[in-house]
T-cell receptor
Framework: DQQVKQNSPSLSVQEGRISILNCDYTNSMFDYFLWYKKYPAEGPTFLISISSIKDKNEDGRFTVFLNKSAKHLSLHIVPSQPGDSAVYFCAASSISGGSNYKLTFGKGTLLTVNP | NAGVTQTPKFRVLKTGQSMTLLCAQDMNHEYMYWYRQDPGMGLRLIHYSVGEGTTAKGEVPDGYNVSRLKKQNFLLGLESAAPSQTSVYFC?????????????FGDGTRLSIL
């Protein structure tokens, strides 16, 4: 039973365009969401997060949108750069449920940004 | 600033052998975690610890044991390795201060069981 789903295994975009990575969740107890980026042969690195009390969080070229009613979040990268090519993981936790330290990860989406 | 360091980076074992993976963090974090990553499966939590001397089971704990004797170290043990344990293992740590603290990951240990 997958609680965090990233239904697109891969995404390819042109440099300079927008990349949109999607994530859906089923557990209504999740109230904190994170995106991680992973390069080959390296560990995941934290990118951006959002609390369920917000519907948008922005950090430079990266923006995360949360639609609680649809249990859906998305990561927008504008403009996309070749160095953004990596696997992106969506993760969720339940702070109100007392499990703020445990993350449930999606399977990841491989983003390729073509020059 | 080392962050989270995993030892070794690569290892090949024969079925039935045992080994210990070491994770060390220098950020004074209370929480530590072990994950495995398999193709098409994302990251799955094996065991975690919320402080020195504590451990708890995650999503896929069978076949593994852990110990947290020192705050900065979290050990993952395989007592009798099986081919199904061939995977990339990641250790992570996070702070207990505040809410929603992100986890910081090491670069992984690639383990092959023949």
């Amino acid at each position: 039973d997958q609680q965090v789903k990233q239904n697109s295994p891969s995404l390819s975009v042109q440099e300079g365009r927008i990349s949109i990575l999607n994530c859906d969740y089923t557990n209504s107890m999740f109230d904190y969401f994170l995106w991680y980026k992973k390069y080959p042969a390296e560990g995941p690195t934290f990118l951006i997060s959002i609390s369920s009390i917000k519907d948008k969080n922005e950090d430079g070229r990266f923006t995360v949108f949360l639609n609680k009613s649809a249990k859906h979040l998305s990561l927008h990268i504008v403009p996309s750069q070749p160095g953004d090519s990596a696997v992106y993981f969506c993760a969720a936790s339940s702070i109100s449920g007392g499990s703020n330290y445990k993350l449930t990860f999606g399977k990841g989406t491989l983003l390729t940004v073509n020059p | 600033n080392a962050g989270v360091t995993q030892t070794p980076k690569f290892r090949v074992l024969k079925t039935g052998q045992s080994m210990t993976l070491l994770c060390a963090q220098d950020m004074n974090h209370e929480y530590m975690y072990w994950y495995r990553q398999d193709p098409g499966m994302g990251l799955r939590l094996i065991h975690y610890s919320v402080g020195e001397g504590t451990t708890a089971k995650g999503e896929v704990p069978d076949g593994y044991n852990v110990s947290r004797l020192k705050k900065q170290n979290f050990l993952l043990g395989l007592e009798s390795a099986a081919p199904s344990q061939t995977s990339v293992y990641f250790c992570a740590s996070s702070s207990h201060r505040g809410q929603g603290q992100p986890q910081h990951f090491g670069d992984g240990t690639r383990l092959s069981i023949l």
